[in-house]
């Protein structure tokens, strides 16, 4: 008999190409950003195997794009607002992120969510102007300690997928990367077990077929994120669940965040 969940998997796979994006959080000038760039391509030519993206600080974006031009690596932001212009200080819209060569946008970081009053409704309205200006946006989901213990987990990550894909259709979807980053591993040293990011990336995926439809959702990248590191890398990214990786912390290290793309 044929096994279809082995066809469905091995689909998935074939679909998927992994993505592994850094995200440098608050760090770096665009004179580190050129740094980085500098030791960083050499270090990872001829790669081809994943997607790279590389997320900086806003003022930094200009000097990736230029630094990374022609090597194939994509740059992204942390954030943007959902409004197109207007009297919004310090926020930047998806239309001027767009004009530096940005073409990834971070939404919904847990430091986001923790520190800047982020909720499952911002980014949602986020995540639609993305999708609308033809972004590739990266949606970050995932407990905080208290909930996995509570034995919340999966309840969490049902609440966060439903309200951040409200009103949004398949056929808008098709860009969309969701990010499992359990709050707890983020910046700690402590990183989720293979099984348990693949059973969270299980429940993101199934929430995404309810909302966005099966098809899109088969298709959707689901990557992982919580102290990644060139020491763990390779146990996650040889799951097939896993379809990359949202590194923080080990990004900034040229030398570390090539290891972890060499896996
Ligand atoms: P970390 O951060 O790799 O430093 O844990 C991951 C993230 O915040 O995306």
């Given amino acids: 008999m044929r096994d279809l969940s082995a066809t469905n998997k091995l689909v998935g796979t074939m679909l998927r190409k992994k993505l592994i994006a850094a995200n440098w959080k608050m760090y770096k000038t665009p004179e580190q950003t050129r740094e980085f760039f500098r030791a960083f391509l050499p270090m990872i030519a001829g790669h081809e195997r994943s997607e790279l993206v590389v997320c900086p600080p806003y003022v930094d974006l200009h000097a990736a794009f230029d630094s990374a031009h022609g090597s194939g690596i994509a740059i992204g932001a942390q954030n943007v607002f959902w409004k197109e212009d207007g009297a919004y200080t310090g926020e930047v819209s998806c239309s001027m992120l767009k004009s530096t060569g940005c073409t990834h946008v971070i939404i919904g970081h847990s430091e986001r969510r923790q520190y800047f009053g982020e909720s499952d409704e911002t980014v949602n309205l986020r995540l639609k102007a993305a999708l609308h200006a033809g972004l590739t946006p990266i949606v970050c989901v995932g407990e905080v300690l208290e909930e996995r213990e509570a034995g919340l987990t999966e309840d969490v990550l049902r609440r966060q997928c ?7 259709s398949g056929e808008r979807a098709h860009k969309l990367v969701m990010a499992y980053e359990p709050v707890w591993a983020i910046g700690t040293g402590k990183t989720a077990t293979p099984t348990m990011a693949v059973e969270a990336h299980i429940t993101i995926r199934a929430e995404a077929s309810k909302s966005l439809g099966k098809e899109v959702a088969s298709k959707m990248r689901i990557l992982y994120g919580g102290s990644v590191k060139p020491e763990n890398a390779k146990s996650l990214m040889l799951e097939e ?9 080990a990004s900034l290290d040229a030398r570390s965040f090539a290891s972890i793309v060499m896996y």
């Fill in 162 to 168: 439903l309200r951040a894909l409200d009103a949004i």
């Fill in 241 to 249: 669940e896993i379809d990359g990786a949202l590194v923080g912390g």
